[in-house]
């Protein structure tokens, strides 16, 4: 086997175990729990915002109505002072005066169920902010227990990958990095039916012959490093 990849091959172990670590602390439970929280607290507050803006045009709502009211009050209070016979037009106002009182009523039962939802949303995000407060120091010390040992699989990494080809390692780093926290593996043997065992695609035989020469090619479909076992 072509020696850079021998050495690149124990390389990928200790940077796997680094990064199953890494992983357990970015995809762990506490990390989940930690952007759920931030997540819901982001959705509240934008629900509060639209409760609030709501709130406002109901509360406009409300005003003109009891304008409506407090307008046909007048008239009706002139027409009894007119002494007026009118009967047609002293029930038109009694109407609208009952109309207009069971729209306010109608306003005033929203407002009540806007405002209570309203209470119960603040009252969740101010508890949801507590608990990331907690999350988050939970979080943070997890990272800090696990950052020497994560520091010291970097340095062991370093010191096996010292002196290999170049070109090599940069495709590894580039291919390590595409894939975020997800620990498998990035140098791959060919399988026998010539295939790359990183995607199952595969080989064409110009590849298989650059593979046998050079010791290593890169995956057409994957990115991945396919080196002959
Ligand atoms: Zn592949």
Do not use: H
């Not at 009182?101 to 806007?114: S, W």
Request: proline share 2%; net charge neutral; glycine share 4%.
């Amino acid at each position: 086997m072509n020696e850079n990849i021998e050495k690149l091959l124990d390389a990928q172990k200790i940077d796997k175990e680094r990064l199953q670590l890494v992983q357990n602390l970015e995809k762990g439970k506490i990390k989940l729990e930690l952007d759920k929280t931030t997540k819901m607290i982001n959705d509240s507050k934008v629900c509060l915002l639209s409760l609030e803006e709501e709130a406002k045009i109901l509360e406009e709502k409300y005003q003109k109505i009891a304008k409506i009211v407090a307008d046909t009050l007048a008239q009706v209070d002139k027409a009894n002072g007119s002494q007026s016979e009118d009967l047609e037009s002293y029930n038109n106002f009694l109407s609208e005066l009952t109309r207009s009182e069971g729209q306010l009523a109608d306003i005033e039962r929203l407002i009540g169920q806007k405002t209570s939802t309203f209470k119960k949303t603040a009252a969740d995000v101010m508890k949801a902010t507590q608990m990331l407060k907690n999350m988050t120091k939970m979080y943070e010390e997890a990272k800090t227990a696990a950052a020497p040992k994560i520091q010291d699989l970097e340095k062991q990494f370093n010191e096996i990958v010292k002196g290999i080809d170049e070109k090599l390692l940069i495709r590894y780093q580039a291919v390590r990095k595409s894939k975020g926290f997800d620990a498998k593996d990035v140098v791959v043997p060919l399988t026998p039916d010539k295939r790359c065992q990183g995607c199952i695609m595969d080989v064409p035989v110009a590849m298989v012959n650059k593979i046998n020469t050079n010791g290593w090619a890169t995956c057409d479909e994957c990115g991945r490093i396919i080196y002959q076992a």
